[in-house]
């Protein structure tokens, strides 16, 4: 039977306590995360991260001595396969807004919404802040598409579709 060596790892998070002086709790916020201070941090052993796999290599004890083995996605870290899940879901928002933008849907709103999304996406992937959400974002509800029943039945309706 093949034996593979498997590097396998978790995270643990470092934190601190300071206090940071701001007019807003935003830019306490922003100052906590700029602040490269760590000394007196604490290790929180209690809420560890997940254990997950980081490498495979077919043999004993062959960790890095020759090709990897590609790791079956549900063994990476959730976080790092959510990222991976997102810019795929982003991908497919900027196809929509895309078609929206052709004329293939229409709302004004919808695009409004799209953009502001795609903003966001590209920004979390970047590492950089969420762009500001429009006002009339943060009131209004969630409805993602609206069908024209009508519409529906006669695309179900015909055979060629």
């Known amino acids: 039977m093949p034996e593979y060596t498997i590097e396998s790892a978790y995270r643990l998070p470092a934190f601190r306590h300071r206090t940071y002086v701001a007019d807003t709790a935003a830019q306490a916020c922003r100052k906590a995360i700029e602040d490269e201070d760590w000394s007196g941090e604490k290790l929180d052993y209690e809420t560890r991260g997940e254990t997950y796999v980081c490498g495979i290599?077919?043999?004993?004890?062959?960790?890095?001595?020759g090709p990897p083995v590609p790791v079956p996605s549900h063994f990476e870290e959730t976080v790092q396969r959510k990222a991976v899940h997102f810019e795929i879901l982003l991908g497919l928002l900027k196809l929509i807004s895309a078609d929206a933008r052709a004329g293939r849907l229409s709302s004004d709103q919808w695009l409004e919404r799209t953009?502001?999304?795609?903003?966001?996406?590209?920004?979390?992937?970047?590492?950089?802040?969420?762009?500001?959400?429009?006002?009339?974002?943060?009131?209004a509800p969630h409805i993602l598409a609206q069908l024209d029943e009508s519409a529906v039945r006669d695309q179900i309706s015909d055979p060629r579709n």
Do not use: V
């Not at 290599?57 to 001595?65: I, K, L």
């Not at 802040?129 to 943060?138: E, F, I, M, V």
């Open 115 to 139: 953009a502001w999304a795609i903003a966001r996406g590209e920004a979390i992937l970047a590492g950089a802040r969420d762009p500001d959400c429009p006002a009339d974002l943060s009131q």
């Open 57 to 65: 290599w077919r043999g004993a004890d062959a960790a890095y001595s």
